[in-house]
């Protein structure tokens, strides 16, 4: 088999949000199409991937390097053993040909959005859901398709005042979630606190608020809210500080003795690697949030889960960034912890199949296909729409 064509497109995903770091009014993401020779019910087998939110489109990238590697390697050197499949590594091997190691961004978002395309594309030609496929060659072949997930939210709104804050969350309750997340850093401490209140005066019993910082805080602020925070039993305290700034995130250990999170902004196996080495994080209680969109895709994931067994990290321990159905499938089929979830945001690329519903903070993934965009109508629109 071979690919035939690889198309791409950015498009906006804005809205009038804010975290501590950036305002998302002009945010964009790239969605890409491979189409294969392999043909059933008289149409080409297509499988597609975009990038998560907070790192824009990549089409310069795609066009420049990435998809012309793929397009000019001979179609033997991409496929799996029995010549019916792409083999995702050495597709992988191939993108990532005559790249320096290091400095990894931008093209790692680049390469992670092709790659979710393959993987889409390999499991409907094996015509599995990819959790099946996953758990069948890296997993113990029984996939669990019941995954924990929470509803992030929380952005400053131009002009949202509590009670709309409450409100927020309370829908998010409503709609079966038990975790809600909300952004800090981007008002005072006293202000962030009396924000964190509101929302802890809607919450009931069994139900937990984790906070997000985006990485805006120095080590003094760190600390200050560290100290705050502790008083809450929040679900997590999430990326205190810059994402690269593994002493801030050890030193924080001494100051807050609850879960914490963060790795999203964490690029590859190698810069994950450093956060476990150098970063102080627990294994009994933090959260390590590397999404795979982002960075390198599921070949670079999987490198990465390798490296966290090896330091003695369990797979339960991650919960990813950006809420899209390539994750679910990870969590699925590899034993994560769970996904994210914008239950308003980032839409339509974001949430789940049509009809799956959250309860009491888990949803079960249907038996789809590949990662089961089909199953999600407003985004296949869009997918169609692509690839003609
Ligand atoms: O606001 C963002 O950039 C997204 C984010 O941090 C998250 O979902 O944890
Ligand atoms: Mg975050």
Known sequence: MRIVDIREVTLPISSPIRNAYIDF?????????????V??????????????????????????????????????????STGNNLCPHKCWATMFS????????ERSVAIGTLDMAIWDLVAKIEGVPLFQLLAD????????P????????????????????????????????????KKIGGASLDEDLRRIDS???????????????N???????????AKALSQYDLFWFEEPGDPLDFELQATLRGYYSKPMATGEDLFSMQDARNLIRYGGLRPDRDWLQFDCALSYGLV???????????????????????????????????????????????????????????????????????????????LFAQMQKLAG
């Not at 060659?137 to 669990?144: E, L």
């Not at 929380?154 to 969350?169: A, F, I, R, S, T």
Request: hydrophobic fraction near 30%; include cysteine.
């Open 137 to 144: 060659r890296y997993g113990n072949g029984k996939p669990d």
């Open 199 to 213: 929302i802890l005066s809607v919450l009931q019993d069994g139900q937990k608020l984790a906070v997000d910082a």
């Open 300 to 378: 670079e994931y999987l490198r990465t889960l390798d490296m966290l067994k090896e330091h003695g990290w369990s797979a339960k321990r991650c919960i990813p960034h950006g809420g899209h159905q390539m994750s679910l499938n990870i969590a699925a089929g590899l034993e994560l912890g769970g996904n994210e979830s914008y239950p308003d945001l980032f839409q339509p690329f974001g949430g789940f199949p049509d009809g799956v519903k959250v309860d009491n903070g888990f949803i079960t993934l249907p038996e789809l296909p590949g990662i089961g965009f089909e199953g999600k109508s407003d």
């Open 98 to 105: 005559n790249e320096k190691p290091g400095g990894h961004g």
């Open 25 to 37: 009014s002009k945010m964009t993401l790239s969605l890409v199409a491979i189409v294969s020779d």
């Open 146 to 181: 019941k995954i924990f997930v929470y509803a992030a939210g929380g952005y400053y709104y131009p002009g949202q005042n509590h009670n709309q804050l409450k409100d927020e969350m309370r829908s998010y309750i409503d709609r079966g979630y038990t975790v809600v997340k």
């Open 39 to 80: 043909i059933r019910d008289g149409k080409p087998v297509v499988g597609y991937g975009f990038n998560s939110n907070g790192r824009y489109g990549q089409g310069s990238l795609m066009r420049e390097r990435f998809i012309p590697r793929l397009l000019e390697a001979s179609p033997e050197s991409l496929q799996d």
């Open 215 to 225: 990485g805006r805080f120095d080590l003094d602020t760190a600390i200050q809210y």
